[in-house]
T-cell receptor, first 118, second 111 residues
Framework: DTEVTQTPKHLVMGMTNKKSLKCEQHMGHRAMYWYKQKAKKPPELMFV???????INESVPSRFSPECPNSSLLNLHLHALQPEDSALYLC?????????????????FGSGTRLTVV | KNQVEQSPQSLIILEGKNCTLQ??????????LRWYKQDTGRGPVSLTIMTFSENTKSNGRYTATLDADTKQSSLHITASQLSDSASYIC??????????FGTGTSLTVIP
């Protein structure tokens, strides 16, 4: 299995809703990432988990709440979002540093969740 | 400052023609460089990955080159097809979990 699976593929939610995005990988990667991508822009890093612990939070508003229940799963809980939060949300995974796998590795991205906040 | 710059920003070519996309970076230390293809509304898909010891790597009609001395990489697309229309993103990995994204090149292939 060499894929990162994201669900749902599309999500429309109101500003008062609570929803969650899910990401799963079975490649043994111990680093997982959430990115937000607006149209015609490169992905912007939101969170990094390394060995199931949050290692980077790029000053993301608290209405986005990440969770890493185990080494294969990564969730992004959404609450009280704004219309400007509408974007493509990408999950990625990679070998974590210190795994002895050498430098020849990078991201594997999921297909993304297209989020629309109304 | 660690940066990745791509050029051109956008490119339109005729089907069947070749093209070359550029990526210059200042990331140090350098771990690897990856080219991704991203279709609109989809996640990026890896085309090639190169470490500092690799000068060239091919994946079908895609050939990537890397000059670690000048910190430049290129992606050459041969005999372009309509399905090559996408954004092409260069991502450089530095220390640890630090990844640096280029702003991408938007390629449009027209019949």
């Amino acid at each position: 299995d060499t894929e990162v699976t994201q669900t749902p593929k599309h999500l429309v939610m109101g500003m008062t809703n609570k929803k969650s995005l899910k990401c799963e990988q079975h490649m043994g990667h111990r680093a997982m990432y959430w990115y937000k991508q607006k149209a015609k822009k490169p992905p912007e890093l939101m969170f990094v988990y390394s060995y199931e612990k949050l290692s980077i939070n790029e000053s993301v508003p608290s209405r986005f709440s990440p969770e890493c229940p185990n080494s294969s799963l990564l969730n992004l809980h959404l609450h009280a979002l704004q219309p400007e939060d509408s974007a493509l949300y990408l999950c990625a995974s990679s070998q974590a540093p210190g795994t002895g796998k050498g430098g020849n590795y990078g991201y594997t991205f999921g297909s993304g969740t297209r989020l629309t906040v109304v | 400052k660690n940066q990745v710059e791509q050029s051109p920003q956008s490119l339109i070519i005729l089907e069947g023609k070749n093209c070359t996309l550029q990526c210059n970076y200042t990331v140090s230390p350098f771990s690897n460089l990856r080219w991704y293809k991203q279709d609109t509304g989809r996640g990026p898909v890896s085309l090639t990955i190169m470490t500092f010891s690799e000068n060239t790597k091919s994946n079908g009609r895609y050939t990537a080159t890397l000059d670690a001395d000048t910190k430049q990489s290129s992606l050459h697309i041969t005999a372009s097809q309509l399905s090559d229309s996408a954004s092409y993103i260069c991502v450089v990995r530095g220390m640890g979990n630090q990844f640096y994204f280029g702003t991408g090149t938007s390629l449009t292939v027209i019949p």
